[in-house]
């Protein structure tokens, strides 16, 4: 199928990669003149594993182009994907400008029968105000709208495209769903179920399945205040709960919160969402509130060990809001660094992949070229992120580099008995801690 995708952020690629990838013909495009020059030469502009050759591959084939014109992207084309940001407003609503100016620019563009649509994460409603939108665009009459949530994670998403564990589309008409499940039948022959539903059902199911994660993660990090007040061990529980399947152990790791560009942003549009529409949800703020109270118990047992936090240097291992991704946007590390930086301390901070994002947002973070470069003379080092590399540690190594052999566990990668045998103390999370 000739489809076209507007927007080449994370989401946007990866669907531009991946369905070239199962033999359609896609163009990318995005306002981003250099994005897309870099993209026509088959360089991805972000890290995510296996996108560079995704991305190679597709433009080798000729089935992957890319323009910033979007007269020369959407003529011809029966699926256009709408894959632009909706970066929350102040008010945590989801800003929908682009979206909206997007739809306008198709519609105008439209040459041929097509769907169009929404792969950005809306709210319920937004592919009936779509539809009203372009409805005095000269093509506005060839396009049927449709919602096709994306259910990639930043690190995985290669995986997830090209083998998703559902894929959802809602649609209001028969033509809109044929030409998505045209566009899916090679992932659908492999066994992977399509869910069909109405477009508010399937705008909605979006934000519910990123609050009910985000609720997840709320849930075993408010379990991890009570383990330690306790003295139990959080990840124990986590196991215990994970075996039975009705529970399942994913998205049950304790740590300094969840944090990105989707849980954070989406929690929030949906509060909002479920407020405008008139119910009270109290459950989603305590979500929020028990994540901000993640990110205060961890700084609290920085404070705690260091005693002041002025002037003392504090090594950070991790930036990136989860490992395998570059990105900083919204990253619990970030808030735990400018928190630090702000009561006095040095930051010095490894990160394998996410070091010059966090310098650009944050440059007084001092740069270090591995973890024990990063714990030289610290008076506490913190791990802010699961990178694998971190499960590894040499920790009498990390001990004798240090000021004063100290280790802040935000995300509970470390073996208890190996720190302790090591001679350092150790503030995990949720899981007793050792002191010496
Ligand atoms: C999330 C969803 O998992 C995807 O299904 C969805 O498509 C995507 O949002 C989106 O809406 O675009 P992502 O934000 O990439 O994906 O990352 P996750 O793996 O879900 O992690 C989110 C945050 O939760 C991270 O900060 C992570 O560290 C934290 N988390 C996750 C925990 O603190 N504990 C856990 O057990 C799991």
């Known amino acids: 199928m000739r489809v076209t995708v507007v927007g080449t952020g994370h989401v946007g690629l990866v669907t531009c990669a991946s369905l070239a990838a199962l033999g359609h013909e ?67 609503e989801a800003n929908l400008i682009a979206v909206e100016s997007v739809a306008r620019e198709v519609a105008r563009h439209a040459t041929v029968e097509g769907v169009l649509v929404e792969k950005s994460t809306v709210p319920a409603g937004t592919g009936a105000r779509l539809r009203r939108a372009m409805r005095h665009e000269s093509g506005a009459h060839l396009l049927e709208v449709a919602s096709n949530p994306e259910f990639l994670s930043e690190g995985t998403a290669v995986r997830d495209a090209m083998e998703p564990q559902r894929i959802l589309v809602g649609a209001d008409s028969e033509r809109a769903f044929q030409a998505m499940r045209r566009l899916y039948a090679p992932l659908v022959e492999r066994g992977t179920p399509l869910i069909e ?47 039975d399947p009705r529970i399942g152990r994913s998205f049950l790791n304790a740590g300094l919160g969840f944090g990105g560009s989707c849980f954070p942003k989406d929690v929030r549009a949906f509060q909002r969402l479920v407020g405008r529409l008139g119910y009270e949800f109290p459950l989603l703020d305590e979500v929020v509130r028990v994540n901000e109270e993640s990110l205060e118990a961890t700084l609290e047992k920085v404070r705690e060990a260091l005693w002041n936090v002025e002037g003392k240097r504090v090594a950070v291992l991790g930036l990136s809001y989860k490992p395998g991704t570059d990105d900083v946007r919204f990253s619990p590390a970030m808030v735990l660094v400018q928190r630090l930086l702000s009561e006095g301390a040095t930051v010095v901070a490894y990160d394998p992949h996410a070091l010059s994002n966090a310098k650009a947002e944050v440059p007084e973070i001092e740069v270090a070229t591995d973890p024990y470069d990063a714990a030289e003379g610290a008076h506490c080092l913190v791990i802010c992120t699961e990178w694998d590399e971190f499960h590894r540690l040499d920790v009498e190594r990390i001990a004798r580099a240090m000021a004063h052999p100290l280790i802040v566990d935000g995300r509970n990668v470390l073996d208890p008995a190996v720190v302790g045998a090591a001679g350092l103390s150790y503030f995990p999370t949720g899981r007793p801690m050792v002191v010496r």
Do not use: H, W
């Not at 296996?50 to 699926?79: H, I, K, Q, W, Y």
């Not at 849930?219 to 061990?233: K, L, P, Q």
């Open 26 to 92: 896609v163009v990318g495009t995005d306002a981003d003149g250099e994005k897309i020059a870099q993209l026509q030469r088959g360089l991805s502009p972000f890290f995510e594993p296996g996108l560079d050759e995704l991305v190679r591959e597709g433009v080798a084939s000729g089935r992957l182009n890319f323009t910033s014109e979007m007269a020369e992207a959407v003529p011809g084309a029966e699926v256009i994907f709408i894959s632009v940001g909706t970066p929350p407003k102040v008010d945590g």
């Open 197 to 243: 539903t109405d477009v508010e059902t399937a705008e909605l199911a979006k934000y519910v399945c990123n609050a009910f994660l985000a609720l997840k993660v709320s849930f075993i990090n408010a379990v991890a205040r009570v383990c330690e007040r306790t003295g139990a061990d959080v990840v124990d529980v986590a196991d215990v709960m994970g075996a």
